[in-house]
Nanobody
């Protein structure tokens, strides 16, 4: 059983910052690629950022590049997303995800944390 639990969401004004965390536990390797995704009301879930197992390789959606930073602390089995210069269009439920060492797909997902950016 693998559990991913996000925290750190909330309400923030435009231009503000939030830091999301994702704590992982359970029987699997937590040194695989992890990612953040988000889903806004009425829209499909979209990719935000990913980070390699070692943390040395990251990639971002164009919409967040330069504003968001993904990082991880493997000693704590925790994934982070630092979000700066937030805009109303960043409002969404944010999910963390972990790839399976067997399928290399995002097989494990958290329950999500709400981020609301007011204008």
């Amino acid at each position: 059983q693998v559990q991913l639990v996000e925290s750190g969401g909330g309400l923030v004004q435009a231009g503000g910052s939030l830091r999301l965390s994702c704590a992982a536990s359970g029987r699997t390797s937590f040194t695989n690629t992890m990612g953040w995704f988000r889903q806004a009301p009425g829209k499909e879930r979209e990719f935000v950022a990913r980070i390699s197992g070692s943390g040395s390789i990251t990639s971002y959606a164009d919409s967040v590049k330069g504003r968001f930073t993904i990082s991880r602390d493997n000693s704590k089995n925790t994934l982070y997303l630092q979000m700066n210069s937030l805009a109303p269009e960043d409002t969404a439920v944010y999910f963390c995800a972990l790839t399976s060492p067997y399928t290399q797909r995002y097989d494990y997902w958290g329950q999500g944390t709400q981020v609301t950016v007011s204008s």
